[in-house]
C-alpha cells in the first residue's frame, strides 16, 4: 500500500501538517509524540520482561 510513496508525498504531507498546526505548535507536537513513543516503548518492555502468571486460587 505504502510502496508507491515518493518524497513529493511526504513533502505535501508535512506542508499540510504545517497548515494545520502552524509552526509554532509543531516542536510540541513533535516533543508530545517523543514523549508517547517513548513511554509506549517503556510499558511494552516492561510488558515483555514480566514474568508470565498463572493465576492462583488464592487470586480470586
Not at 505548535?25 to 509506549?40: D, E, F
Amino acid at each position: 500500500m505504502f510502496a508507491n510513496l515518493t518524497g513529493w508525498h511526504l513533502l505535501i504531507v508535512l506542508a499540510v501538517v504545517l497548515l494545520l498546526f502552524g509552526a509554532a505548535k509543531l516542536p510540541a507536537l513533535a516533543r508530545a509524540l517523543g514523549q508517547s513513543a517513548r513511554i509506549l516503548r517503556s510499558e511494552a518492555r516492561d510488558l515483555h520482561d514480566e514474568p508470565s502468571r498463572q493465576p492462583n486460587q488464592s487470586d480470586t
